[in-house]
């Protein structure tokens, strides 16, 4: 499938999405863009490619804010599902508001101090690190459902939730 391309998230979530599709879900996976190939294979896998409403000044990840139930009528799920700061806060607004508070589960892919670093060569990037794992813990005690990818982030996210008693939290290594 070409919409599994560059690893990561771009290649678990429509492993995931396929994954449930299998096993009897109705499943729609909203993405920022998608060309009619990747639409038609997501399709062939059983789960329905959604791109997020075009806009002229809202750009990249941000226009998944957009979505509405207008995109999938007569669609409802029984959760949403983010990864990352990357989708995080929209499938949080997708769950609370677009839909009326269906449950949340929210994917941590990364450490973001551990990665920031590497990803720029500016003295902001500690800064940056430091932003991004702070939203990051409040994505995740927006949550019903917490899951880390892999031991580390799972011991990591572990330590900082433990005085949420509102999260539950699966390391799916011990699944």
Same mark, same amino acid.
């Given at each position: ?9 771009s ?5 995931? &999405?396929?994954?449930?599709a ?6 729609? &996976?909203? $993405? $920022? ?11 062939? @896998? @059983?789960v329905?490619? /959604? ?22 009528p ?14 995080? !806060? ?7 508001? $677009?839909?009326d ?6 994917? /941590? ?9 590497y ?5 902001? !990037?500690y800064?940056?690190?430091?932003? +991004?794992?702070?939203?990051?813990? +409040?994505? &995740?005690?927006?949550?019903?459902? $917490? /899951?880390?990818? @892999?031991?580390?982030i ?11 008693? /509102? &999260?539950q ?7």
């Open positions: 499938m070409t919409f599994r391309r560059f690893g990561g998230i290649t678990l979530n429509p492993e995931l &999405c396929i994954s449930l299998s096993l009897g879900h109705e499943v729609a &996976c909203l $993405v $920022v863009d998608a060309t009619q190939r990747e639409i038609d294979e997501a399709l062939a @896998g @059983g329905k490619l /959604v791109t997020a409403p075009k806009d002229a000044v809202i750009t990249h990840e941000n226009r998944l804010l957009l979505f509405d139930r207008s995109r999938l007569g669609f409802l799920p029984e959760a949403v599902f983010g990864h990352d700061h990357i989708t995080g !806060s929209a499938a949080y607004h997708i769950a609370e508001r $677009v839909y508070r269906v449950p949340y589960v929210h994917f /941590v892919h990364t450490l973001p101090e551990e990665i920031e670093p990803k720029s060569r500016s003295g902001s !990037s800064l940056r690190a430091a932003s +991004k794992a702070d939203a990051q813990i +409040k994505q &995740c005690e927006l949550a019903k459902l $917490v /899951v880390a990818i @892999g031991p580390r799972y011991r990591d996210i572990d330590t900082r939730l433990a005085a949420n008693s /509102v &999260c939290f699966q390391n799916l290594d011990q699944a």
